[in-house]
């Protein structure tokens, strides 16, 4: 059993005790699916952080999106301290795949930023499965695409013991087998240096760095260091050093390997050129054969991943392995805004697939590469054993699964209620709209508007302009940075309304809204399903002054079963405060710090534009922008490492002009 221990200042309240309890005692009883139904501001992590404390299982949390992800990262570090919370996702900054375009007859070669920190972090999710049971890993869908073999990854590692023997030249050469790299000039991740009798080695996967002392082939010391400094944090008994890369190959292996490349190409040449194809048959020749050299010389490649089925001696069609391979087998998993994480996962195959094909008919891939993929649905849902599903819209799929068993939680602990819905006249909406911007405005509160076109929402915002009211619009075209910075301003005051098309996907809890207009509410349509609606009526749940207008010519159906459901709802929390004495209060919640760097950010992207073509840069320019963009990303600000991946990419291909001068 692994033990996790919560600490926190709250308790379970409202209807978060009762879901506690319902969930930990489906999963004791060997239930496989369980779905949570939780409202916007129910406290849904702080449930599924006791339920994995009572569960005493090695979790998975998947969302579907990075910034999504590190979120609940950082809320499960803090309920978890004491434990392994990991943190893994895509570790480029920048990704650009491997592709070809037939009909212009364009190869586009693989061109990726990997991020260091990330990489880490990707790392240290790995070595910590190996090493304890009392991990939490949050992920993205990044869980379900290839990595090495979890075996050999597992084998490959390195045990040290104080007083243990070891050749210290034996020692290098295991080093340099899972894939450190030696660098006697400075210590650096996932590399080593040698001073006589003394190794310091700095561990891809950790904050600091190694020490090991040798008397003869004896290990006299291990020390934790400051890889900086060289300062000595700690003495200890035992060291364990896991691979650099999560592609790794025992030494006596790589001749195997590529024996088994060279047998598919030679057959796959044949293949080619009996359909009249030499061109290509020749470039896979040239491009798999400096591979094999590659892996024959330093046992690494480039694009290794694309020999994954060779490597790990799978047959063709076998699924590959995945974060999820080196989790043992009793896992528990949770997935988060489950209606939009579960069709993601079920998409990415598909995808992957029509790219690497073309890849394959054209002779830039060997067929096995077509094995380096992501899992199938059906193979990720076969690798679960126990899974919660948790939106506040689960979708069919869940509910099916769980056979439409829904374990709730209705009831906020802070007593607020799911507002009041008023359905008005389509035909006078604009002119109703514009007197119930006034009155909130002249209370200091907020209004969202959502409309059907990006066009609608452009001029429905200046026309409120025109009105005199301070309104803006937001969508899509609009980068990051100036969504952020809208929304920051309109929780500022400087503006009183914003005007959308998906709402959705701006993640917005907001406390100062106090009413949602949905324009053209009978569409049918995408953005006024049953899902759509209550997901954006679930917007202005943080106010105590939360009304919503649903402005339509007549009710359809997707909006009668929203506005049966916000009022089964609303019943339910209103007969709970009338029993418990609750009296329900607007959300407090500080403008964060976090959005203030968004918003610098966002100014960093306005300066990239107004440069001019005439402005030289230098490569110590480029490479100190480099720099900038890693240390963002380390911080997991992705909106500004992305700004700044752009900007490095302008100036690198033409937008500006490389010299030698200073800038």
Known sequence: MAEFKLVSNFRPRGDQPKAIKKLVEGFLSERRCQTLLGVTGSGKTFTMANVIQALEKPTLVMSHNKTLAAQLYSEFKEFFPHNAVRYFVSYYDYYQPEAYIPQRDIYIEKEATVNPELDRLRLAATSALMSRRDVIIVSSVSCIYGLGSPEEYQEMYIPL?????????????????????????????????VRGDVVEVYPAYEEWGYRIEFFGDEVDR??????????????????????????????????????????????WLEVLRSRGKHLEAQRLEARTRYDMEMLVETGYCHGIENYSRHISGRAPGE??????????????????ESHVTVPQIGGMYNGDQARKKTLVEYGFRLPSALDNRPLKFEEWEGKTH?????????????????????????????????????????????????????????????????TLTKRLAEDLSEYIQEEGLKGMYIHSELNAFERVEILRDLRLGRFDVVVGVNLLREGLDLPEVSLVAIMDADKEGFL?????????????????????????????????????????????????????????????????????????AKRYAREIVAETEEEYVTMEYINDLKEEMRAAAARLDFEKAAALRDKLHALTTGAGKQGTGNR
């Open 528 to 600: 006024r399903s049953e899902t759509s609606l209550i997901q954006t009526i679930g917007r202005t749940a943080r106010n105590v002054n939360a009304e919503v207008i649903l402005y339509a010519d007549q009710v359809t159906s997707s909006m009668q079963r929203a506005m049966d459901e916000t009022l089964r709802r609303r019943k339910l929390q209103m007969e709970y405060n009338k029993k418990h004495g609750v009296t329900p209060r607007t959300i407090k919640k500080e403008i964060r710090k976090g959005i203030e760097e968004e918003v610098a």
């Open 386 to 450: 126990q899974l919660l599903y948790v939106s506040a819209t689960p979708g069919p799929y869940e509910l099916e699964r769980c056979e439409g068993e829904v374990v709730e939680q209705i009831i906020r602990p802070t007593g607020l209620l799911d507002p009041i819905i008023h359905v008005r006249p389509a035909g006078t909406q604009v002119k109703d709209l514009m007197e119930q911007i006034r009155q909130r405005a002249e209370k200091g509160e907020r209004v969202l508007v959502t």
């Open 319 to 336: 699924p590959p392995y995945t974060l999820i391979d080196y989790l043992p087998e009793d896992f528990f998993c949770i997935v988060d």
């Open 222 to 267: 291990l020390s934790v260091i400051d890889p900086t400094t060289g300062e000595v944090l700690s003495r200890e008994q035992v060291l364990d050093i896991y691979p650099a890369k999560h592609f790794v190959m025992p030494e006596g292996k790589i001749d195997g390997v590529v024996a088994s490349i060279e047998k598919e190409l030679v057959a």
């Open 161 to 193: 013991r104080k007083g243990g023997e070891i050749e210290r030249n034996k020692f290098l050469r295991k080093l340099v087998n899972i894939q450190y790299e030696r660098n006697d000039l400075g210590l650096e991740r996932g590399a080593f240096r």
